[in-house]
């Protein structure tokens, strides 16, 4: 079963230095991103990586003469920029989890968008942090000639991984969970004309992606946001 992860995630800080080891890049120099890589992964205990359990393990950079300008390279530099993201996020007190699926359809059924509940779900491309990807979701399928921005994903998950800035985890709180008290009353519920198990799904996704909002905005924090293929492996961080 696909499992909804979220970590508490510092956009602006992350966005700022991405941005300018991605200029770097651009013009053809890997040396300022590989040496930021290198020194943190030399650094970190593999087992204390911080994305460890959310599908991305930690590798030791190649030395630089070794990565070659093919396409192929591209993994490698998004792998880099995972790295570089590792230092600006945190466990999330808690994720959607199990429950996405069935929360995504009963807010279907009030009236939410296609669009809104993907937004609240997989959030924004990373790659819109650093100005490359147009704001949307991306295809669940990286090709080896899609440029290295599309590679900033752990490598072992269902989704690229997307962000929410504060102001969408405001936005999504207000709308979501301003009358969170009425969930106590079964016919203000979330997914009431849905069957019985989905409903009780839904209804936890509710309270779980409220608490995760709320967690984000007592943070000033986004959220870095990914699909992943089983419950990650981090004690009782998370909910679900």
Known sequence: ??????????????AQE??????????GDLQ???QRATQIAAATPAALFPLRAY????????PLADVGTNPVSNAEIGDWLMIVLSQYVRPCPSSIGFHWQALKLALRERGWTQAE??????????GTLIGKAPVGIQDHIVRHHDPYWRWIRPDYSYTHGGWLGLEHCA?????????????RQRTHAPGRHLPEDLRAS??????????MLSAALQAHQGLYMVILWDQPDVGDAHGG
């Open 1 to 14: 079963m696909f499992y909804h992860a979220a970590l508490l995630f510092d956009t602006t800080g992350f």
């Open 18 to 27: 991405a941005r300018a080891l991605a200029q770097r890049v651009d013009r």
């Open 32 to 34: 300022l991103l590989h």
């Open 55 to 62: 599908g991305e393990p930690l590798r030791q950079p190649r």
């Open 117 to 126: 509940c993907d937004l609240l779900m997989h959030g924004q491309p990373l």
């Open 171 to 183: 936005t999504f709180f207000r709308r979501l969970c301003a009358r969170d008290h009425e969930l």
């Open 202 to 211: 839904a209804i936890q996704g509710y309270q779980a992606a409220c608490h």
